[in-house]
């Protein structure tokens, strides 16, 4: 009986078994080939987007949709019933969305207010233009005008609705109103108590808004405007450059 020939040790080594192609692939094996760094022509492959970051072209339009939600969601519940989540589900957003362009509540608020502030920023050298004996007039038409322009009335019923029961809202309106608006007007008056003057002034303004676009209260809500301004302007007038 002729003994068993030993394997050979050279030549080709035995190739693997070949894999069917239709098999099923491991789990995650398309993902690592998507996540390969190169290309099949080894190109480097653009970064993949991070989750939870808007592409670059939708950022501006995202943030503005925000700040319109925040100001409709502010003027019709008021600071403290506003929410976060209330707003990003107005603007069709996450919460973590508003947080990343906002930060908390009140900046959300102080932004979402603040472009009805805006003209204020130039308000004191136009009303400070003219004649002295008609600061009151001027400061009265631009005022009132700011409450009877659409764009810029929803903002401030949501920072006077909200400013009446709510310390936080209240120090934001305070700071626009008197930074932005009231201490610049102040400061060319050049008169004893300038101050208190232009304050005075604003209470005199900001009680008719409240009572013609808050309260609504008639016949006031419903009066002509140059009629309003005819004798309002007068008292405004008085509270500035009255000795």
């Known amino acids: 009986m002729t003994p068993p020939r030993p394997p050979a040790t050279g030549g080709t080594a035995p190739r693997p078994p070949a894999t069917d192609s239709s098999a099923p692939r491991p ?3 398309d993902a690592s080939a998507a996540r390969s760094p190169e290309t ?5 492959r653009p970064p993949a987007r991070r989750r939870g970051r808007p592409p670059r072209t939708e950022s501006a339009g995202t943030r503005d949709r925000i700040l319109d939600a925040a100001r409709e969601e502010f003027s019709a519940c008021g600071y403290e019933k506003t929410s976060v989540r209330g707003i990003a589900k107005a603007a069709g957003v996450d919460s973590a969305l508003v947080h990343h362009y906002f930060g908390t509540k009140e900046q959300v608020f102080e932004a979402a207010i603040e472009v009805a502030f805006a003209p204020a920023l130039a308000a004191p050298d136009a009303i400070a233009e003219g004649p002295a004996d008609e600061v009151g007039e001027r400061l009265t038409r631009f005022v009132l005008g ?3 322009d659409p764009a810029t009335r929803a903002p401030l019923l949501a920072v006077v609705r909200s400013a009446v029961d709510n310390d936080t809202a209240a120090a934001v309106l305070r700071r626009l109103v008197a930074a932005q ?7 060319r008056l050049e008169l004893p108590d300038a101050e208190l003057r232009a304050e005075l002034a604003a209470a005199q303004l900001v009680g008719c808004a409240m ?14 405007l140059e009629q309003i301004i005819a004798r309002v302007a007068p008292v405004v007038q008085t509270h500035l450059t009255a000795p």
Do not use: C, K, T
């Open 27 to 29: 789990p995650g094996a």
């Open 40 to 44: 099949d022509d080894g190109a480097p």
């Open 146 to 148: 700011v409450w009877e």
């Open 181 to 187: 608006l009231m201490r610049r007007i102040a400061a």
């Open 211 to 224: 009572l013609r676009y808050v309260i609504r209260l008639e016949p006031l809500a419903s009066a002509d």
